[in-house]
């Protein structure tokens, strides 16, 4: 069965550091999307991703954070400068129709 | 805005008793209602959305307008069921986001 899968599993990074998260949706999907949780909170909608363009985001996704669909499989979510803040588990999910599938995650950490 | 409130963290349950996972949400117009579950060391995964009206692995929710809950329950509890529980909610057609609630951890006593 076709999964999202999710690239590093594990990011360490330093604050002020770049770091792209990448994505590989599920092939005949359209609709991407980037969620994040941090620990011992809620999952929280970033952005959604449809036609090349962001159909929505929300008020934590600022002009530190960008996305991009590179190629024909890949989705990357970068961060430009980190925070301390950042740190969290970033899931991506792919639709097709009406169930969005969840990629295992990236756990990220900004040290 | 739209929230989803789940106000149990923890839940314990001894196998063979029911479950009941509540979630209550707050949205002036008709939303899709859903229920996430992560096992362990797993991925978030669908277990069922009200407007299938299903039954997946034994549990049931069914949405409740007048008190704007989507309870999940089940009568009989497995140790398997053994997961973290979220409830989630979309607004709207071409609103594709999901709003989830803080999640339910259900623990099963063998």
């Known amino acids: 069965e076709p999964e999202v899968t999710q690239t590093p599993s594990h990011q360490v990074t330093q604050m002020g550091q770049e770091v792209i998260l990448r994505c590989v949706p599920i092939?005949?999907?359209?609709?991407f999307y980037w969620y994040r949780q941090i620990l011992g909170q809620k999952v929280e909608f970033l952005v959604s991703?449809?036609?090349?363009?962001?159909?929505?985001k929300s008020e934590i996704f600022d002009d530190q954070f960008s996305v991009e669909r590179p190629d024909g499989s890949n989705f990357t979510l970068k961060i430009r400068s980190t925070k301390l803040e950042d740190s969290a588990m970033y899931f991506c999910?792919?639709?097709?129709?009406?169930?969005?599938?969840f990629g295992p995650g990236t756990r990220l950490t900004v040290l | 805005a739209q929230r989803v409130t789940q106000p149990e963290k923890l839940l314990s349950v001894f196998k063979g008793a029911p479950v009941e996972l509540k979630c209550n949400y707050s949205?002036?117009?008709?939303?899709?209602l859903f229920w996430y579950v992560q096992y362990s060391r797993q991925r978030l995964q669908l277990l069922l959305r009200?407007?299938s009206r299903e039954s997946i692995k034994g549990f049931t929710a069914d949405l409740n307008k007048g008190e704007t809950s989507f309870h999940l329950k089940k009568p009989f509890a497995q140790e398997e069921d053994s997961a973290m529980y979220y409830c989630?909610?979309?607004?709207?057609?071409?609103?594709?986001?999901?709003?989830f609630g803080t999640g339910t951890r259900l623990t099963i006593i063998p």
């Open positions: 999910a792919s639709r097709e129709l009406l169930e969005q599938f």
């Open positions: 092939s005949n999907h359209l609709y």
């Open positions: 991703f449809y036609n090349n363009e962001i159909s929505e």
């Open positions: 949205y002036s117009g008709s939303p899709e």
């Open positions: 009200h407007i």
């Open positions: 989630a909610l979309r607004v709207g057609f071409g609103n594709e986001k999901l709003t």
